[in-house]
Protein backbone atom coordinates (compact mmCIF):
# COMPACT_ATOMS: atom_id res chain seq x y z
CA UNK A 1 0.00 0.00 0.00
CA UNK A 2 1.30 3.41 -0.71
CA UNK A 3 1.66 5.78 1.67
CA UNK A 4 2.07 9.85 1.53
CA UNK A 5 5.66 11.13 1.58
CA UNK A 6 6.79 14.47 2.82
CA UNK A 7 9.96 16.26 2.29
CA UNK A 8 11.26 19.47 3.39
CA UNK A 9 14.79 20.62 1.48
CA UNK A 10 16.90 23.37 2.98
CA UNK A 11 18.64 24.53 -0.35
CA UNK A 12 17.28 24.33 -3.98
CA UNK A 13 20.00 21.78 -4.93
CA UNK A 14 18.48 20.17 -1.88
CA UNK A 15 15.10 20.25 -3.94
CA UNK A 16 16.82 18.71 -7.16
CA UNK A 17 17.99 16.04 -5.68
CA UNK A 18 15.05 14.56 -4.59
CA UNK A 19 12.99 15.45 -7.14
CA UNK A 20 15.28 13.43 -8.94
CA UNK A 21 15.18 10.48 -6.69
CA UNK A 22 10.98 10.24 -7.40
CA UNK A 23 10.48 7.75 -9.89
CA UNK A 24 7.04 9.21 -11.28
CA UNK A 25 7.72 13.13 -10.67
CA UNK A 26 4.00 13.68 -9.43
CA UNK A 27 5.05 16.40 -6.67
CA UNK A 28 2.62 18.28 -5.36
CA UNK A 29 4.69 21.91 -3.82
CA UNK A 30 3.62 23.32 -0.51
CA UNK A 31 5.09 26.55 0.72
CA UNK A 32 2.30 27.95 3.52
CA UNK A 33 -0.46 25.65 2.81
CA UNK A 34 -3.19 27.56 2.81
CA UNK A 35 -4.58 27.22 -0.39
CA UNK A 36 -3.39 23.54 0.10
CA UNK A 37 -4.80 22.73 3.51
CA UNK A 38 -8.33 23.67 2.09
CA UNK A 39 -8.20 21.40 -0.41
CA UNK A 40 -6.08 18.77 1.86
CA UNK A 41 -9.61 15.54 1.61
CA UNK A 42 -8.89 15.74 -1.79
CA UNK A 43 -5.04 14.55 -1.80
CA UNK A 44 -4.24 11.61 -3.12
CA UNK A 45 -3.01 8.87 -0.26
CA UNK A 46 0.04 8.03 -2.43
CA UNK A 47 0.95 12.72 -2.48
CA UNK A 48 4.95 13.02 -2.76
CA UNK A 49 4.90 16.86 -0.91
CA UNK A 50 7.60 18.81 -1.10
CA UNK A 51 7.62 21.34 1.73
CA UNK A 52 10.21 24.22 0.53
CA UNK A 53 9.16 26.73 2.97
CA UNK A 54 11.90 26.10 4.87
CA UNK A 55 14.46 27.06 1.71
CA UNK A 56 16.47 30.31 2.67
CA UNK A 57 17.24 30.90 -0.88
CA UNK A 58 13.93 31.97 -1.48
CA UNK A 59 12.85 34.51 1.31
CA UNK A 60 13.86 37.15 1.65
CA UNK A 61 13.10 41.75 0.07
CA UNK A 62 15.92 42.70 -1.51
CA UNK A 63 16.20 46.19 -4.10
CA UNK A 64 18.34 45.67 -6.66
CA UNK A 65 18.80 48.75 -8.97
CA UNK A 66 15.98 49.45 -10.55
CA UNK A 67 14.25 46.43 -9.44
CA UNK A 68 12.84 44.78 -6.28
CA UNK A 69 13.13 40.87 -5.78
CA UNK A 70 10.84 39.13 -4.14
CA UNK A 71 11.89 35.76 -3.03
CA UNK A 72 8.74 33.49 -3.42
CA UNK A 73 8.47 31.97 0.17
CA UNK A 74 8.01 35.93 1.69
CA UNK A 75 4.94 35.73 3.51
CA UNK A 76 2.22 38.07 2.90
CA UNK A 77 3.00 39.69 6.35
CA UNK A 78 6.51 40.22 5.61
CA UNK A 79 5.49 42.10 2.68
CA UNK A 80 3.30 44.06 4.53
CA UNK A 81 5.85 45.02 7.41
CA UNK A 82 8.65 45.54 5.22
CA UNK A 83 9.95 49.54 4.73
CA UNK A 84 11.25 48.77 0.65
CA UNK A 85 7.67 47.18 -0.26
CA UNK A 86 5.82 50.21 2.10
CA UNK A 87 7.90 52.93 0.06
CA UNK A 88 8.36 51.66 -3.30
CA UNK A 89 5.36 49.44 -4.17
CA UNK A 90 2.50 50.68 -2.26
CA UNK A 91 -0.52 49.27 -4.83
CA UNK A 92 0.96 45.78 -3.11
CA UNK A 93 -0.01 46.50 0.83
CA UNK A 94 -3.00 48.13 -0.78
CA UNK A 95 -3.71 44.31 -2.19
CA UNK A 96 -2.35 42.49 1.03
CA UNK A 97 -3.60 44.61 3.69
CA UNK A 98 -7.60 43.05 2.56
CA UNK A 99 -6.13 39.57 2.13
CA UNK A 100 -7.11 36.79 5.06
CA UNK A 101 -6.44 37.68 8.56
CA UNK A 102 -3.17 38.27 10.54
CA UNK A 103 -2.85 34.70 11.21
CA UNK A 104 -3.01 33.57 7.19
CA UNK A 105 -0.89 36.28 6.06
CA UNK A 106 1.98 34.81 8.46
CA UNK A 107 2.25 31.77 6.96
CA UNK A 108 1.04 32.68 3.44
CA UNK A 109 3.43 33.16 0.63
CA UNK A 110 3.81 35.82 -2.31
CA UNK A 111 4.23 32.16 -4.59
CA UNK A 112 2.00 30.26 -3.10
CA UNK A 113 -0.56 33.11 -4.27
CA UNK A 114 1.00 32.76 -7.90
CA UNK A 115 1.25 29.54 -8.13
CA UNK A 116 -2.48 29.07 -6.89
CA UNK A 117 -3.31 30.73 -9.83
CA UNK A 118 -6.70 31.99 -8.97
CA UNK A 119 -8.39 34.57 -11.12
CA UNK A 120 -9.60 36.16 -7.23
CA UNK A 121 -5.81 35.93 -6.10
CA UNK A 122 -4.96 39.32 -5.02
CA UNK A 123 -1.76 40.25 -5.39
CA UNK A 124 -2.12 39.04 -8.95
CA UNK A 125 -3.61 42.11 -10.31
CA UNK A 126 -1.03 44.32 -8.99
CA UNK A 127 1.79 42.25 -10.14
CA UNK A 128 0.58 42.44 -13.42
CA UNK A 129 -0.38 45.91 -13.79
CA UNK A 130 3.68 46.36 -12.11
CA UNK A 131 5.02 43.91 -15.43
CA UNK A 132 6.31 41.77 -12.82
CA UNK A 133 8.85 39.24 -14.02
CA UNK A 134 8.54 35.88 -12.25
CA UNK A 135 12.28 33.87 -12.39
CA UNK A 136 11.16 29.94 -12.35
CA UNK A 137 13.91 26.75 -11.39
CA UNK A 138 13.55 23.56 -13.34
CA UNK A 139 14.76 20.40 -11.46
CA UNK A 140 15.17 18.80 -14.60
CA UNK A 141 17.70 21.11 -16.24
CA UNK A 142 19.40 22.73 -13.30
CA UNK A 143 18.20 26.05 -15.06
CA UNK A 144 16.65 29.64 -14.52
CA UNK A 145 14.16 30.95 -16.61
CA UNK A 146 12.57 34.42 -16.93
CA UNK A 147 8.86 35.09 -17.70
CA UNK A 148 6.45 37.96 -18.01
CA UNK A 149 4.06 37.28 -14.83
CA UNK A 150 0.92 37.75 -17.44
CA UNK A 151 2.46 34.44 -19.41
CA UNK A 152 2.21 32.29 -16.61
CA UNK A 153 -1.26 31.40 -15.97
CA UNK A 154 -3.15 29.70 -18.49
CA UNK A 155 -6.97 28.97 -17.27
CA UNK A 156 -8.36 29.03 -13.79
CA UNK A 157 -5.80 27.29 -11.20
CA UNK A 158 -3.77 25.99 -14.18
CA UNK A 159 -0.10 27.81 -14.68
CA UNK A 160 2.45 27.21 -17.79
CA UNK A 161 4.78 25.68 -15.17
CA UNK A 162 6.40 22.78 -16.07
CA UNK A 163 7.04 19.28 -14.09
CA UNK A 164 8.80 20.08 -11.08
CA UNK A 165 9.21 24.15 -11.67
CA UNK A 166 8.70 26.23 -9.17
CA UNK A 167 8.65 29.72 -9.01
CA UNK A 168 11.83 31.24 -7.12
CA UNK A 169 11.71 35.29 -7.54
CA UNK A 170 9.55 37.62 -8.20
CA UNK A 171 11.23 40.67 -9.98
CA UNK A 172 9.08 44.20 -9.82
CA UNK A 173 10.60 47.12 -11.90
CA UNK A 174 10.57 50.18 -9.94
CA UNK A 175 9.65 53.63 -11.80
CA UNK A 176 12.12 55.96 -9.70
CA UNK A 177 11.55 59.66 -11.60
CA UNK A 178 7.52 59.77 -11.98
CA UNK A 179 4.82 60.64 -8.78
CA UNK A 180 2.52 57.38 -9.98
CA UNK A 181 -1.06 56.75 -8.86
CA UNK A 182 -1.72 53.35 -7.64
CA UNK A 183 -5.39 51.97 -6.38
CA UNK A 184 -6.18 48.35 -5.51
CA UNK A 185 -9.80 48.10 -4.64
CA UNK A 186 -11.59 44.51 -3.91
CA UNK A 187 -15.51 43.86 -4.17
CA UNK A 188 -16.19 40.54 -1.37
CA UNK A 189 -19.27 39.42 0.60
CA UNK A 190 -18.03 41.60 3.64
CA UNK A 191 -15.10 43.87 4.29
CA UNK A 192 -12.72 41.15 5.91
CA UNK A 193 -11.73 37.50 5.24
CA UNK A 194 -13.23 37.78 2.04
CA UNK A 195 -13.29 36.06 -1.53
CA UNK A 196 -13.17 38.63 -4.33
CA UNK A 197 -16.32 39.09 -6.66
CA UNK A 198 -14.18 41.29 -8.94
CA UNK A 199 -10.91 43.81 -8.15
CA UNK A 200 -9.32 46.37 -9.90
CA UNK A 201 -5.89 47.29 -9.74
CA UNK A 202 -4.02 50.41 -11.51
CA UNK A 203 -0.96 52.45 -11.85
CA UNK A 204 -1.53 55.52 -14.15
CA UNK A 205 0.66 58.95 -14.34
CA UNK A 206 -1.12 62.31 -15.03
CA UNK A 207 -0.06 65.84 -16.11
CA UNK A 208 -1.93 68.51 -15.52
CA UNK A 209 -4.96 68.03 -17.38
CA UNK A 210 -4.66 64.73 -19.20
CA UNK A 211 -3.72 60.88 -18.38
CA UNK A 212 -0.63 60.39 -19.76
CA UNK A 213 -0.83 56.29 -19.33
CA UNK A 214 -3.01 54.16 -17.43
CA UNK A 215 -2.75 50.34 -16.56
CA UNK A 216 -5.31 48.12 -15.26
CA UNK A 217 -6.17 44.61 -14.42
CA UNK A 218 -9.06 42.99 -13.54
CA UNK A 219 -9.49 40.10 -10.83
CA UNK A 220 -11.99 37.82 -11.25
CA UNK A 221 -13.83 38.66 -14.31
CA UNK A 222 -11.85 36.06 -16.70
CA UNK A 223 -10.07 32.82 -16.74
CA UNK A 224 -6.70 34.63 -15.87
CA UNK A 225 -5.75 37.97 -14.72
CA UNK A 226 -5.37 40.22 -17.73
CA UNK A 227 -4.30 43.72 -18.70
CA UNK A 228 -7.49 45.77 -19.59
CA UNK A 229 -5.63 47.06 -22.80
CA UNK A 230 -8.70 48.27 -24.45
CA UNK A 231 -9.34 50.50 -21.66
CA UNK A 232 -5.89 51.81 -21.08
CA UNK A 233 -6.14 52.91 -24.77
CA UNK A 234 -8.97 54.57 -24.91
CA UNK A 235 -8.09 56.26 -21.40
CA UNK A 236 -4.37 57.57 -22.30
CA UNK A 237 -4.04 61.03 -23.59
CA UNK A 238 -7.75 62.18 -22.47
CA UNK A 239 -9.01 64.39 -19.84
CA UNK A 240 -11.12 62.65 -17.66
CA UNK A 241 -14.94 63.66 -18.13
CA UNK A 242 -17.69 62.65 -17.03
CA UNK A 243 -18.69 61.14 -20.99
CA UNK A 244 -15.16 59.75 -21.19
CA UNK A 245 -15.12 57.88 -17.67
CA UNK A 246 -19.00 56.68 -19.07
CA UNK A 247 -17.57 55.35 -22.46
CA UNK A 248 -14.40 53.65 -20.26
CA UNK A 249 -17.04 51.98 -18.24
CA UNK A 250 -18.63 50.56 -21.42
CA UNK A 251 -15.32 49.65 -22.92
CA UNK A 252 -13.84 47.75 -19.44
CA UNK A 253 -17.45 46.13 -19.80
CA UNK A 254 -16.56 44.40 -23.28
CA UNK A 255 -12.96 43.40 -22.29
CA UNK A 256 -13.86 41.20 -19.17
CA UNK A 257 -15.76 37.41 -19.51
CA UNK A 258 -16.99 37.06 -15.89
CA UNK A 259 -18.94 33.89 -15.06
CA UNK A 260 -21.72 32.99 -12.63
CA UNK A 261 -20.35 30.98 -9.51
CA UNK A 262 -21.19 30.09 -5.99
CA UNK A 263 -19.55 33.93 -5.10
CA UNK A 264 -21.21 36.30 -7.78
CA UNK A 265 -23.20 36.25 -10.84
CA UNK A 266 -22.27 37.45 -14.04
CA UNK A 267 -23.92 40.72 -14.17
CA UNK A 268 -23.30 41.97 -10.89
CA UNK A 269 -18.95 41.50 -11.44
CA UNK A 270 -20.10 43.50 -15.10
CA UNK A 271 -21.51 45.83 -12.53
CA UNK A 272 -18.81 46.02 -9.71
CA UNK A 273 -15.97 46.16 -12.75
CA UNK A 274 -17.66 49.15 -14.63
CA UNK A 275 -18.29 50.92 -10.63
CA UNK A 276 -14.62 50.13 -10.12
CA UNK A 277 -13.39 51.89 -12.69
CA UNK A 278 -15.59 55.27 -12.01
CA UNK A 279 -14.22 54.72 -8.73
CA UNK A 280 -10.73 54.37 -9.44
CA UNK A 281 -10.64 57.35 -12.19
CA UNK A 282 -12.49 59.73 -9.99
CA UNK A 283 -9.27 59.50 -7.20
CA UNK A 284 -7.78 60.05 -10.40
CA UNK A 285 -9.46 62.85 -10.87
CA UNK A 286 -9.68 64.09 -6.85
CA UNK A 287 -5.55 64.25 -6.89
C1 LIG B 1 -9.12 31.85 5.58
C2 LIG B 1 -8.41 32.15 4.29
C3 LIG B 1 -8.52 33.43 3.75
C4 LIG B 1 -7.88 33.71 2.53
N1 LIG B 1 -8.01 34.98 2.02
C5 LIG B 1 -7.43 35.28 0.83
C6 LIG B 1 -7.59 36.57 0.24
O1 LIG B 1 -8.22 37.48 0.81
N2 LIG B 1 -7.03 36.80 -0.97
C7 LIG B 1 -6.33 35.82 -1.65
O2 LIG B 1 -5.83 36.08 -2.75
N3 LIG B 1 -6.15 34.59 -1.10
C8 LIG B 1 -6.68 34.30 0.10
N4 LIG B 1 -6.52 33.05 0.65
C9 LIG B 1 -5.78 32.03 -0.11
C10 LIG B 1 -4.29 31.84 0.32
O3 LIG B 1 -4.05 32.21 1.66
C11 LIG B 1 -3.33 32.62 -0.59
O4 LIG B 1 -3.54 32.27 -1.94
C12 LIG B 1 -1.87 32.36 -0.21
O5 LIG B 1 -1.04 33.40 -0.70
C13 LIG B 1 -1.34 31.01 -0.70
O6 LIG B 1 0.01 30.88 -0.30
P1 LIG B 1 0.57 29.55 0.39
O7 LIG B 1 2.02 29.76 0.58
O8 LIG B 1 -0.21 29.21 1.59
O9 LIG B 1 0.29 28.51 -0.80
P2 LIG B 1 0.16 26.92 -0.74
O10 LIG B 1 -1.17 26.54 -0.17
O11 LIG B 1 1.37 26.31 -0.14
O12 LIG B 1 0.19 26.62 -2.31
C14 LIG B 1 -0.83 27.13 -3.17
C15 LIG B 1 -0.58 26.62 -4.59
O13 LIG B 1 0.59 27.21 -5.14
C16 LIG B 1 1.56 26.20 -5.45
N5 LIG B 1 2.84 26.77 -5.04
C17 LIG B 1 3.17 27.25 -3.80
N6 LIG B 1 4.38 27.80 -3.82
C18 LIG B 1 4.86 27.67 -5.10
C19 LIG B 1 6.08 28.03 -5.76
N7 LIG B 1 7.05 28.68 -5.13
N8 LIG B 1 6.21 27.72 -7.07
C20 LIG B 1 5.22 27.08 -7.75
N9 LIG B 1 4.04 26.73 -7.18
C21 LIG B 1 3.86 27.02 -5.87
C22 LIG B 1 1.15 24.95 -4.66
O14 LIG B 1 1.59 23.76 -5.27
C23 LIG B 1 -0.36 25.10 -4.67
O15 LIG B 1 -0.88 24.66 -5.90
C24 LIG B 1 -7.13 32.72 1.87
C25 LIG B 1 -7.01 31.43 2.43
C26 LIG B 1 -7.65 31.15 3.63
C27 LIG B 1 -7.51 29.77 4.22
Known amino acids: MNSMQYYSPNTINEYRKIYSGIADKSILIFSGGTDLMVGRHELS ?26 GSCTTLNELLCSHKI ?9 AIKTMASEQIRNRATIGGNIGNASPAGDTITPLVVLET ?20 FSGPSAT ?26 KIGQRNAMTITKASLSAIAKCSDTKIEWIKLASGSVSPVVK ?56 ALIKR
Open 160 to 185: TLEKGEIIIKIIIPLRKDEDIFCYFR
Open 227 to 282: RMSKTEEFIKGKKLTPVVINEAKEIIAKEISPITDIRSTKAFRVLITKNLLKDCLS
Open 45 to 70: QDAVIIDISGIAELKGIVKKGDKIHI
Open 133 to 152: KIEIFSPESNEVRTIPIKTL
Open 86 to 94: QNDIPILIK
